[in-house]
């Protein structure tokens, strides 16, 4: 069951935030005069849970209804998602081009909401350290919540914006400070690493059942070590080679979590099942939360959001990106709107079974794109022929009569057509197959959309170790044992005996194939400095038309060039301080390297 805590909101923390809307690039209100807040316990725990409550942006929510562009929306500006779907805008996919420092690309434009919440948690920073009516216990706790969440969003704004003004206390505003300029890159990044510590040296190791969903010191350190791989790839523009001491610091704490003081507390979800692509498929599913894998996630419930879109406690992704009418109403009114669709660059990134890579060139490959392909492709994504929901996907220009002794016409749910994939895929990866896609309006409560998003899990920090150990000292076995139980789960054979270059190109594959669609490939892409070779290649879909050969409905596959993009080097590996922050505090200015 779903806990309840990160919803409960009472009158005087409405009030309380009602009263400071504005942030940085405005000029706040005086100090909260919220005193009476922290005099109680009970309200105390209301305001912590009212923090959690309100983070939001691309890397915390779902798609919703209002932002349903996307899944966390760094996903759409590459090549592994095409989002959008005739009937609402004829498609899209995000590029460089249609965002400036004026207009934005909302979903990523980030500034004003991390620092609304930031002042939230300085708020409650300065408060829990004054207040003397709680516990011991619960003061560490509420405060390494706060400063696990001030970590986790200036670790944002720093990958989003670089260089930021560090705003460590409730600003006033007759202080000077309101309009700082942006502080330096390494001393962005010490503080946000230093508040990751103070959270590890707070937050417990176990939290109880009925608050499932609150930071734990596990969460604090595989964020920890995520954001020192991170920052080992972007800090050498900064400091040069010393950026390398980062890979060292980044597996030696996510080795905390493998070998270390937190060794046994989280594990492979489904590691020894037979079939390794369900195991996988249902590593996300809302029966399986909590599961032993997953370190940190995003809590949400099955009610739903109102018609109007608000008082979001579920979310519609099933809504959003279920396809349309399959196993559903013949009329498809409770269809989804197959939207978020994989491309081919991303489905050709699956390897085959054997873990060999898939290759258009060879014919048996060609001639059929879908055989023999490793588990976690069957687990991530609908094809042309896939099962679901009692029938089968067809996204092809014609397709098989129900006997498979003809071909009937499949015009109105090809590729390309209202409310029908814009790729040639769906999504099936984090879509649950027993729930609907939607109600007949599609704006009322969607069914069941309410499993949690993950935001870190032990995948991921195996990954982390395997890659930054092996960037710092080169190939050892546990660098290989690390990677191979990432392999082995989703269904691949070991690999073994690679120098250090071709080594780190397949801890790279792995992470774009066992993490896609957590909004995690981005930022790859940003630490490895691969913005042209990979988000500014040419984006494709696939085509699919049946011949009849030998009494037989045949595939044929045809690559489609869906869009062109580019990449400027340096200047889109960071976002712009927008204009409207940057005229209300002209100290923000000269605004990041191109814009």
């Known amino acids: 069951m779903k806990k309840i805590y990160l919803t409960l909101l009472i009158s005087i923390i409405v009030l309380i935030f009602n009263a400071c809307d504005d942030f940085i690039e405005i000029t706040p209100n005086d100090r909260i005069a919220d005193s009476g807040v922290w005099d109680n316990p009970t309200t105390i725990k209301f305001y912590i ?26 996903p759409a500006i590459f090549d592994n998602f095409m989002t959008g779907d005739l009937w609402y805008n004829s498609g899209n996919l995000y590029t460089y081009s249609q965002w400036n420092k004026s207009t934005g690309l909302g979903a990523l434009i980030r500034w004003t909401d991390c620092y609304t919440n930031i002042r939230k948690i300085n708020n409650a920073i300065q408060e829990l350290n004054a207040t003397t009516v709680l516990p011991k216990e619960y003061k560490e706790r509420y405060l390494g919540d706060m400063h696990f969440w001030r970590a986790m969003l200036y670790f944002e704004l720093f990958r989003f914006y670089g260089k930021v003004p560090i705003i ?13 300029p942006r502080n330096n890159e390494t001393e962005v990044v010490d503080f946000f690493i230093q508040d990751f510590e103070k959270a590890i040296a707070y937050l417990p190791k176990d939290i109880p059942a009925d608050e499932l969903g609150r930071a734990t010191k596990g969460a ?11 920052l080992a790839g972007v800090m050498e523009d900064i400091i040069g080679s010393e950026a390398r001491e980062y890979y060292k610091k980044a597996y030696e704490t996510a080795d905390i979590l493998i070998s270390g003081d937190l060794k046994g507390k989280y594990g492979l979800f489904g590691k020894n099942a037979t079939d390794k692509g369900q195991a996988y498929h249902d590593l996300f599913m809302a029966a399986n939360e909590y599961n032993e894998e997953v370190i940190f996630d995003i809590q949400f419930t099955d009610d739903g959001i109102g018609v109007s879109g608000n008082d979001r406690r579920g979310h519609d992704l099933m809504g959003v990106s279920h396809p ?33 890579r898939f290759d258009w060139n060879n014919p048996e490959h060609a001639a059929n794109p879908y055989k023999n392909r490793e588990p976690r ?16 996907i067809y996204a092809s220009t014609n397709k098989p009569n129900s006997a498979g002794t003809g071909l009937v016409d499949n015009a109105t749910m090809k590729r390309g057509t209202n409310s029908y994939t814009m790729t040639g895929y769906y999504l099936k990866k984090l879509i649950d197959p027993t729930k609907r896609g939607g109600t007949p309006n599609r704006y009322a409560p969607f069914e069941g959309a309410d499993q949690n998003l993950i935001v870190l899990r032990y995948a991921e920090i195996l990954l982390t170790y395997a890659e930054a150990k092996n960037e710092y000292s080169g190939p050892d076995q546990r660098v290989y044992d690390a990677l191979n139980a990432v392999r082995n789960r989703g269904g691949l054979p070991n690999i073994s005996d690679l120098g250090q270059a071709a080594l780190r190109e397949s801890i790279r594959e792995e992470r774009h ?20 070779e990979i988000i500014g290649k040419d984006v494709y879909g696939i085509d699919v038309t049946y011949t009849m050969e030998n009494g037989t409905p045949t595939p044929h596959f045809t690559k489609v060039l869906l869009t062109t993009k580019s990449f400027e080097s340096p200047k889109n590996y960071l976002m712009p301080v927008p204009d409207a922050v940057t005229g209300r505090n002209p100290n923000l200015l000269p605004n990041n390297t191109g814009w």
């Open 324 to 356: 349309g009418s399959y196993g559903q109403n013949t009329d498809g009114s409770y269809g989804g709107w197959g939207r978020n669709t994989p491309t081919q660059n991303m489905v050709d990134e699956f390897r085959m079974a054997d873990g060999s």
């Open 168 to 180: 460590d206390h409730p600003q006033n505003r007759h202080e000077e400070e309101i309009f700082n």
């Open 49 to 74: 849970n009212d923090v959690y409550h309100s983070i939001n942006g691309p890397l915390y929510i779902w798609s919703s209804r209002n932002s349903r562009d996307n899944i966390g929306g760094a």
């Open 377 to 392: 492709f069957y687990a991530s994504i609908l094809y042309t022929g896939s099962p679901w929901r009692d029938d089968v």
């Open 513 to 532: 194939i066992e993490l896609c669609f957590e909004n995690k490939r981005y930022f790859d892409i940003m630490r490895w400095r691969k913005g042209p």
């Open 220 to 230: 604090a350190v595989g964020m920890l070590s995520t954001a020192y791989l991170y």
